[in-house]
């Protein structure tokens, strides 16, 4: 599991775009984390753009959908 790679994180997160409709929500984030990685000492900055999509539920809001990856610098 991906999670098990990370100790010591911190993480602040940058809402961009939120849509909501009655039921169905989706949001866009930058994740930026402070990790140490891999049992190393040192910690690293990762930001990732993580995405969301929640669906009303009878007793509230589910997380259905969870995607992340890193950011690139772009290219050109």
């Excluded at 929500?25 to 929640?54: F, M, N, W």
């Excluded at 990856?69 to 772009?74: E, G, H």
Aim: charged share 30%; hydrophobic share 35%.
């Amino acid at each position: 599991m991906a999670a098990a790679r990370y100790a010591d994180r911190a993480i602040d997160l940058e809402n961009l775009p939120t849509w909501v409709d009655h039921d169905l929500a989706c949001t866009v984030d930058l994740e930026h984390q402070l990790a140490s990685l891999d049992g190393k000492p040192d910690q690293v900055s990762i930001t990732l753009r993580s995405t969301h999509v929640y669906r009303r539920e009878a007793d509230g809001w589910r997380c259905v959908h969870r995607h992340a990856d890193f950011m690139t610098p772009r290219q050109g």
